[in-house]
Structures are given as structure tokens and as C-alpha cells.
């Protein structure tokens, strides 16, 4: 029903719902329907009361002006009002249609939440199943990387695998034909460090010397000896080496051994390097243990020698000279020991060893009237053959001097270092204490008895023992070495030292150690050794150095009659170093015989004592070939020895220089 009747209203549509205009889903709009409807009603009830009235007074008056002309009949209220309450029965049944459809929409748009809410719900879970999907998906990818890396370092791994096998099989091989080591049972030996040489030395003055150098024997310029030279040709520097070594769960056994021919069975002795032939250069003991201690006993080098790293044996800093005394200024012994090493990590090192002693013969002058060292003191003696130490003596009829002497020793040479590694160099600082020790006789007396017949003086011991004992003192010095790499590595810069009292016997050149005091005392020498180096790799096969050093030992004299004993005296007699004596003889007989051409001699009243020895050292090494069949190497050394002496009566103090040309041919085992 479109139609709608308005009543005095300026826009009569206001109140009419056309059931194609209403808005379903608007409940506002349903019920303001509601409203309108109910105001309608009333409308229409109060506008047919109205209209009633209105009629009955208006047909009164028509009653009194009616014309003859007759109106149409109009509707009754009555049916007027039927008629709106069948309007309005209409409505209502199109109202409760539209009630109706409002229902079934609003059912339906419930629905259509619920079903938006489900698909919502669904489209949740669907990107959340889209999530977990591309997380799965970059999983998947990862583990796709994951796998075609393992797959990649597989193929990797494999060629490594086949390489290192390779490397194995190439490795057995050579450890076949070619071992680097020998397999005796669980342990390994390897001659690593053995050579064989061929070398010369050629000295403008003659010293009677192989191509080791005794320094404190270069003869002054006025002796015999000095106006000729002297070449030789020696293998005997030929060395053999073996070093064993084994592991067990908690440390590192060795055992080495090291040797050359350059002993000779009258000099061999204690007093630096305990050459006894077959020559012993070095032969130990020894385990490492993995928490860093290192034990070590035996004869080696001792642990005031300078190291090149740490503190371990067979890491030493030696000079590279062919001359095998070295060089004056290295400070170095090689002697049985026993040494503890303490390696904390590899920069610091701390090592403590306890080493064979020994005293060199005092040396002592006595200069005035009077003035005599004393003879009334026991410090040693000659070797006894029965106990395997040398009892040889001097060369000549009737000669009984000992070529040796030990010292009756009463402690063993205490040494402590610490070293210091870094990147760029080896330092090290060290101390010894030394300790001497005679037995002196206070009332022991010489007694010189005259032969009537011939004039000849005897000399014999008096006195008595009475009052005897023991006198000891402690000597010792401070020491240390530096070496710095220089030039990436190729270039060796070092210096080293040590300075002390009674040291010298650490000191290369073996100046004496003690004199005496007037009593029997023994009396430390003060002293010092230094050495400068420059060692430089110019070429993978060309080897170059430098050393300057020298040693040094003080003077020390005492009082004695009216003039002085004791070591370096200004009053000793030096009127004869100027002149050249005549050759010596070995025969006593009568007539007194000829001389044998072997008997060289010092100048006669020159009694000076050495002050120091230097030298100036430059050679080379050149490696010919040097690989797994070994290397083949030359060497050449030139060396300036000036050996120089305290001065004596008018300050004279002679001198002794020597040009030495050394030559090597080697061949060293791989």
C-alpha cells in the first residue's frame, strides 16, 4: 500500500513507510514506525470527532438556507472510520509483515555475523596456518642451506680427507726410506746435529795451537814465537751427536749425547769445557715434565751460557766462529750439573742449576826486596790416575810440574736465571756464587841449604803443622744477555756480560780466578767478560756475523817484605820484554846439547800480568745445498787478538797481537 492520508501537516509524506523504503536493518527506523503508527491512530480518532461535529453544525444551518438545489450524499463517519480501521488493519498487517521480515533479516544478520565471525576466525587460522606455513617453508630453506653447506664442507672434507691421506702415504713412505727419526722400540733417535770438516788456521804468530785458541798464550811481540806463523789443517772439530727421546703419559724423556776429537788424554781437565777423549762435549738426562718442570742432569753447557730461547738445553746461543775456543767475551763452560727449569708460559722461564767447581791455579808475582808469595797453603792437586783425573806432568827430563790441578772443592757453582722471550727478542738475567776454599799453614817455613861443592841451592820445607785450617771465601757475580731480531728476523743484534769477583773462569779467554794474600789466603779476583754480536741471515743460504768482545780480570796486591805480591804490580820487572830470548832445550846432559827446534821462549824478566784479551771476529757461512740429504756448507773467519798486561816498572806493559785466518768445509747429516 503506497496511498497514506495526512492531516493538516505542511509535508503530508512525513509519517508514510513505504515497505520498499524502509531500512531493514535499522532498528532506530523500526521503532520510530512504531511511534508513528500509534500518533496516526489517535489522529484519526480525534479528526473523525471533529469532523462530526462539524457536520451536525453545519446541517443545522443548511437546514435553514437549503436551496432547492440537492448535494451528493457524503460518507457517513461511521463508514469513514470503518474505512480507516480497515486502513488501518491493512497497515497493521503490512506492519507485522514488515515486523516479520525485520525478524527474519535480523535472524539473517545474525547469521551473517556468526558467519563473518567464523570467517574471520577461519581467515585467522588460515594466516596463522600461512605463518606457520613460511615458517616452515624458511625453515625448510635453512635446512636447505644448512644441508647443501654440510654437503659442501662434505666434498670439502672429503678432498681433505684424500689429501691428508696422500700427505700419510707420502709421509710413511718417507719415514721408510727416508726416516727423519730412527724407531728404536717406543723411542726415537736422531743424529740431527752431527757433521764431518775439513779446517785450516793460519796465524801470523805462531801459538803451537789447532784451530782452538788458547788467548792468554798469544805471544808478545818480542818472542820468539812471535816473528813466525804458523798453518794448520785439522778434521778433529768432526762431531757426532744422538739424541734420544721418548713420551710417556706425563712428560718427555731424553737422553743426549755429544762428542768431537779436540781433547788430548795430558790436558784433558776440569777446567772449562771437561774435554776428556774421546772428547765429551755434552751427554744428559733429562725429562719434561707437561706441567712445565724440566730436570736435567749430566754435562752440558752451563746455565749461565747464553740461550736463544727459554732455558732448555740445545737451544744455547753459540757463536758461529770456526775457531772452536770462540770467541774472547763469550761467557759459556760446559760441565756436569744438575738443573731444575720452571717454565710458566712461553715468555718466562726460571731455571736454578748446581755445577761442577773448580779453582784455577792462583796466580800470584812478588816484586822487591824480600817480597815472596806465599808457598804455605793446600788448594789441590795433580790428577790421581788411580781415580781417572789426569796426573800427567811437564814435558822434560827433569820435570815434575803437573800439567793439571784440581781443586779440592767443598760446594758446587750455584747459578739462578730468569729468561724472557717476546716476538722480537731472548733476555735473560742471571747470578753465580762461587766458593773457594785452601788450607793454609801459618807455621810452615821454606829452608834453602847451599852445597859447598857446587853452589847449588836446595830448597826444602820446615816448621810445623801446628795452628793449621781451613780458609774459605765467596766469590760471585751478576750476568745477563740480550738478543734483539731485527729486519724482519734476518738480523741478530746481542750483547752480554758478567761482572763479578772470582768469575773469570766463566769468562772465554780463562784468566785466573784468585791470587794470594801474604798469609796462604786465597784472594778473588775482580773481573768481567762482554760481548757484542751481529749475526745476519744477508740470504737464505748466506750466513754473516760480527763479535767484539774481550775479558778482563783487576788488579790485586798485598804488602810483603819491602815490596808487594799478589796480582797486577806496578813494581813487576819489565826489562827484558823487549827482547827476544833464544830458543829453549830439552836435554839436561854435558855438555848441555843442542837445541831440538821445539822449544819456543817467553822473554825473561818481563813479569807483567794480563789485564784483558780482546778480539775482533768477521765470517761468513755459505750453504752450497741444504735439504733432506743434509747440507754442505764453507765457512771462512778472520780474527784480531790483542792480548794486553798490566803495567810494571816504568809503566811498561807489552802487548801481544795476533791475525788468525780460519777456513771450513762441512757436511752436516739432515
Known amino acids: 500500500m503506497e496511498a497514506a492520508v495526512g492531516f493538516g501537516h505542511r509535508d503530508p509524506t512525513w509519517f508514510l513507510f513505504p515497505a520498499t523504503q524502509v531500512n531493514q536493518n535499522n532498528p ?14 489517535s489522529l484519526v480518532l480525534a479528526t473523525a470527532v471533529v469532523a462530526g461535529n462539524a457536520q451536525t453544525s453545519a446541517g443545522d444551518g443548511a437546514a435553514k438556507k437549503r436551496t432547492t438545489t440537492r448535494r451528493a450524499a457524503k460518507p457517513s463517519v461511521q463508514s469513514q472510520i470503518e474505512e480507516l480501521r480497515n486502513q488501518m488493519t491493512s497497515q ?13 533479516r535480523d535472524a539473517q544478520l545474525q547469521q551473517a555475523q556468526q558467519a563473518a565471525q ?28 644448512s644441508l647443501q653447506g654440510a654437503v659442501t664442507d662434505l666434498k670439502a672434507n672429503n678432498q681433505s680427507l684424500v689429501t691428508t691421506i696422500q700427505d700419510n702415504q707420502a709421509q710413511v713412505k718417507k719415514a721408510i726410506e727416508n726416516p727423519d727419526v730412527i724407531h728404536f722400540k717406543n723411542v726415537t733417535l736422531s743424529p740431527t746435529g752431527s757433521f764431518i770438516e775439513f779446517a785450516t788456521v793460519n796465524r801470523t804468530h805462531a801459538l803451537g795451537s789447532d784451530i782452538n785458541t788458547p788467548f792468554t798464550q798469544d805471544p808478545f811481540a818480542a818472542a820468539d814465537a812471535s816473528h813466525i806463523s804458523e798453518f794448520y789443517a785439522s778434521g778433529r772439530q768432526s762431531r757426532v751427536a744422538l739424541l734420544a727421546q721418548g713420551k710417556v703419559s706425563e712428560a718427555t724423556l731424553r737422553g743426549y749425547y755429544e762428542a768431537d776429537w779436540l781433547g788430548t788424554g795430558v790436558t784433558s781437565n776440569n777446567n ?25 742432569g749430566g754435562q752440558m753447557w752451563s746455565l749461565a751460557t747464553a740461550y736463544q730461547k727459554g732455558l732448555l738445553n740445545r737451544s744455547e746461543w753459540v757463536p758461529l766462529t770456526i775457531d772452536a775456543a770462540y770467541t774472547t767475551g763469550y761467557s759459556w763452560e760446559r760441565q756436569p750439573g744438575f738443573r731444575v727449569v720452571r717454565i710458566f708460559n712461553p715468555q718466562w722461564s726460571l731455571g736454578v742449576s748446581a755445577e761442577q767447581a773448580q779453582t784455577l791455579a792462583p796466580n800470584c808475582a812478588s816484586a822487591g826486596t824480600g817480597a815472596s808469595c806465599p808457598v804455605n797453603y793446600l788448594l789441590g792437586q795433580a790428577g790421581a790416575n788411580g781415580g781417572l783425573y789426569n796426573g800427567a806432568g811437564q814435558p822434560g827430563a827433569t820435570s815434575s810440574a803437573p800439567v793439571t790441578t784440581y781443586a779440592y ?34 807455621e810452615m817455613t821454606l829452608v834453602t841449604t847451599t852445597n859447598p861443592t ?93 763479535y767484539y768482545g774481550g775479558d778482563y780480570v783487576g788488579r790485586r796486591y798485598f804488602h810483603s817484605g819491602s815490596g ?8 813487576a820487572a819489565t826489562s827484558g820484554c823487549g827482547t827476544e830470548p833464544l830458543p829453549g832445550t830439552t836435554s839436561t846432559t854435558i855438555p848441555t846439547g843442542a837445541a831440538n827446534g821445539f ?19 768477521a765470517g761468513w757461512w755459505y750453504d752450497f745445498y741444504r735439504g733432506e740429504y743434509g747440507r754442505l756448507r764453507q765457512g771462512f773467519q778472520y780474527s784480531w787478538v790483542e792480548r794486553n798486561t798490566w803495567s810494571g816498572v816504568n809503566g811498561l806493559s807489552p802487548k801481544a797481537i795476533d791475525n788468525m785466518f780460519f777456513t771450513s768445509f762441512r757436511y752436516y747429516l739432515p
Not at 532506530?28 to 491512530?41: C, D, E, K, Q, S
Not at 805480591?565 to 813494581?571: A, K, P, R
Open 28 to 41: 532506530n527506523m523500526r521503532g520510530l514506525m512504531t511511534i508513528n503508527f500509534r500518533a496516526l491512530a
Open 92 to 104: 497493521s498487517s503490512q506492519i507485522n509483515a514488515l515486523k516479520q521480515q525485520l525478524s527474519e
Open 118 to 145: 567464523a570467517a574471520q576466525a577461519a581467515a585467522q587460522q588460515a594466516q596463522q596456518a600461512a605463518q606457520a606455513n613460511q615458517a616452515a617453508i624458511s625453515e625448510n630453506q635453512q635446512s636447505v642451506t
Open 272 to 296: 772449562q769445557s771437561n774435554s776428556y777423549v774421546m772428547r765429551q762435549r755434552q751427554i744428559w738426562a733429562q725429562a719434561q715434565l707437561n706441567s712445565g718442570w724440566v730436570f736435567t
Open 409 to 442: 772443592n767443598y760446594a758446587p757453582d750455584l747459578i739462578a736465571k730468569v729468561a724472557l722471550d717476546k716476538p722480537y727478542g731472548h733476555f735473560e738475567l742471571y747470578g753465580v756464587a762461587r766458593f773457594f776454599r785452601d788450607r793454609v799453614y801459618p
Open 454 to 546: 857446587t853452589g847449588v841451592k836446595t830448597v826444602t820445607v820446615g816448621g810445623s803443622s801446628a795452628g793449621a785450617y781451613n780458609d774459605s771465601t765467596v766469590g760471585g757475580g751478576v750476568g745477563g744477555s740480550a738478543h734483539l731480531l731485527t729486519y724482519q728476523k734476518k738480523i741478530n743484534l746481542g750483547l752480554e756480560g758478567i761482572y763479578g769477583d772470582g768469575i773469570s773462569r766463566y769468562g772465554d779467554t780463562q784468566l785466573p780466578d784468585v791470587t794470594l794474600r801474604p798469609g796462604g789466603q786465597l784472594a778473588p779476583l775482580h773481573g768481567f767478560s762482554a760481548l757484542g754480536s751481529v749475526e745476519a741471515n744477508v740470504t737464505p743460504r748466506l750466513q754473516m756475523y760480527v
Open 564 to 571: 808487594y805480591e799478589g796480582y797486577g804490580l806496578y813494581n
Open 599 to 617: 822449544s819456543p821462549s817467553s822473554p825473561g824478566s818481563c813479569a807483567v800480568s794480563n789485564k784483558d784479551v780482546q778480539e775482533v771476529t
